[in-house]
């Protein structure tokens, strides 16, 4: 099982971007998704999450600007972001709690991390 970040990038303030995570490997199911930042010399914090059955949840401070979203049959979570400010520069990581095909357990998986970063 792996978990693949990407739509990072380079974008000016007031920007959007789409970060996905795709999860691949033999998977039986996908508990709640969330996607982490962690801005350099910073801890990693939530950002928002999405349950299995679609409900979402954000840190007060991304409310209204970020849209977690999730499609099952594609085993991918979307974070759209809009309205980007210099201080949403960071790495954003997803995690998810993934249930292996062969597996008896949920078992944790991060993505990579992918590169966000704001130009002012």
């Known amino acids: 099982v792996q978990l693949v970040d990407s739509g990072g990038g380079l974008v000016q303030a007031g920007g959007s971007l789409r970060l996905s995570c795709v999860a691949s490997g033999s998977i039986e199911s996908i508990s709640g998704v969330e996607w982490y930042r962690q801005a350099p010399g910073s801890q990693r914090d939530l950002v928002a999450r999405i349950t299995s059955g679609g409900t979402a949840n954000y840190v007060d401070s991304e409310k209204g600007r970020f849209t977690i979203s999730r499609d099952n049959a594609k085993n991918t979570v979307y974070l759209q972001m809009s309205s980007l400010r210099p201080e949403d520069t960071a790495t954003y990581y997803c995690?998810?709690?993934?249930?292996?095909?062969?597996?008896?357990?949920?078992?944790?998986?991060w993505g990579q991390g992918t590169r966000v970063t704001v130009s002012s």
């Open positions: 995690y998810a709690q993934v249930y292996p095909r062969q597996g008896t357990h949920f078992e944790p998986y």
